[in-house]
């Protein structure tokens, strides 16, 4: 018999670094990737998750270890468990989600945000919320540091998302004053990588099942639209790292890759990297979609020592691998339907 490979309970219990770790939205795309390393750490992971925009696949290969518990749970109700941090991700990211129930959005993030602060305070442990540069809205300096108040359409339909989101930050802050909670608060730029959906409608995986497929790649607008696209290897440590900082350390640090590029120039390098046949068309640019993004990360990389190490080229290469092997896996389901 192949002896398993997992620690037994007893190594884990001598382990004083073993945590018990709360992710929310854990079975997301960022969220799946912090709780499997998260366990490969060697901590005790409780994954909440309603399921809207994750998938139970995403944290399939994570079931059957022992210190890994799914949880079906909306976050915008409360939540009663014990451990020893919370990292909460649960909100829909990718904005053609986000705004299918801007009500649900709303309330995932502030309702959630009360109850996983609520939870915290209980427990005395720290949290760290996933905030995000739609904080900023249409940014009017550049780059963006974290002194920026950001410039948001309050009614428009990117508002549920990043008022959420800009109200949750407020709160995790009125919960630090208020009760000397121990905060942590990422305001994360655009990241992409292996494990995100085929249908997730973010620029990176859209554009790369474009190629793939050798359908029309869809640029919104004129393409000269800009983003900084972070590998998520580097996202997930960045927060572990924030994670284990000084109580001191509270943020608000962006976190993301400063290299900037054009939309247009993304689409082109994806059709290069994939040698696709693909045409690349012009459609109707979304409302208040961000005209320019960039973050300034001097206050991660002194106050934490973070900077990503991923570049761009490598990251769209092993991102593009994950979609060859998931297309090629559509199409062979296809034929045995048939
Ligand atoms: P995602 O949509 O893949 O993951 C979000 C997860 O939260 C999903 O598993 C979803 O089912 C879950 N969820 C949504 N509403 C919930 C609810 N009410 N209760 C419980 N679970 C719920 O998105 P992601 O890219 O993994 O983003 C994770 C977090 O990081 C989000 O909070 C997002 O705002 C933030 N963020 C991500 C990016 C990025 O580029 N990936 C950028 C900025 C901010
Ligand atoms: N975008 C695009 N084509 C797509 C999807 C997105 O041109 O198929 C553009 C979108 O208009 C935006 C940028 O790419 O300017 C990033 O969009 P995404 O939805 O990934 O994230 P955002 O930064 O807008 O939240």
Redesign the pocket.
């Known amino acids: 018999m192949t002896p398993d490979p997992r620690p037994s309970p007893t190594t884990i219990k001598s382990c004083s670094e073993t945590r018990r770790v709360l992710v929310?939205?854990g079975?997301?795309?960022?969220?799946s990737h912090l709780c499997a390393r998260l366990i490969d750490a060697g901590h005790r992971v409780t994954c909440?998750?309603?399921?809207?925009?994750?998938r139970r696949a995403a944290v399939a290969h994570l079931m059957d270890h022992r210190r890994f518990e799914l949880m079906d749970?909306?976050?915008?109700n409360p939540l009663n468990v014990v451990v020893d941090e919370i990292y909460n991700?649960?909100?829909?990211?990718?904005p053609a989600?986000y705004q299918l129930d801007p009500i649900?959005t709303l309330k995932?993030a502030v309702l959630?945000a009360i109850n996983m602060l609520e939870l915290a305070r209980l427990l005395r442990v720290k949290i760290l919320q996933?905030?995000?540069?739609?904080i900023y809205g249409d940014p009017q300096i550049h780059p963006q540091t974290e002194g920026y108040w950001g410039n948001v359409n309050p009614v428009g339909p990117r508002s549920c998302y990043n008022e959420g989101?800009r109200c949750a930050e407020t709160l995790f802050y009125d919960y630090h004053r208020q009760y000397a909670l121990p905060i942590k608060i990422i305001r994360?730029?655009?990241?992409y990588g292996p494990g995100m959906r085929p249908d997730?409608g973010r620029v990176v995986s859209n554009f790369i099942i474009q190629a793939l497929k050798g359908e029309p790649i869809t640029v919104f607008g004129d393409g000269t639209q800009t983003r900084s696209f972070c590998y998520v290897d580097d996202m997930v440590d960045g927060m572990i790292r924030l994670m284990s900082s000084s109580d001191s350390v509270t943020g608000p640090l962006n976190f993301g890759n400063p290299d900037e590029v054009s939309i247009l120039s993304l689409a082109r390098e994806i059709v290069t990297i994939t040698g696709s046949t693909s045409e690349i068309v012009f459609t109707r640019k979304p409302i208040d979609d961000p005209t320019l993004r960039r973050p300034d990360i001097a206050a991660a990389r002194d106050q934490i020592g973070w900077q990503p190490a991923v570049g761009m080229e490598e990251g769209l290469t092993r991102t593009i691998s994950y979609f060859v092997t998931m297309v090629a896996g559509m199409r062979s389901a296809r034929v045995t339907e048939a």
């Open positions: 929310t939205g079975a997301g795309f960022l969220g909440v998750d309603n399921f809207s925009t994750g749970h909306d976050v915008t991700l649960a909100c829909p990211a990718s989600h649900q995932t959630g996933a905030s995000t540069s739609e989101k994360i730029f655009n990241t997730d």
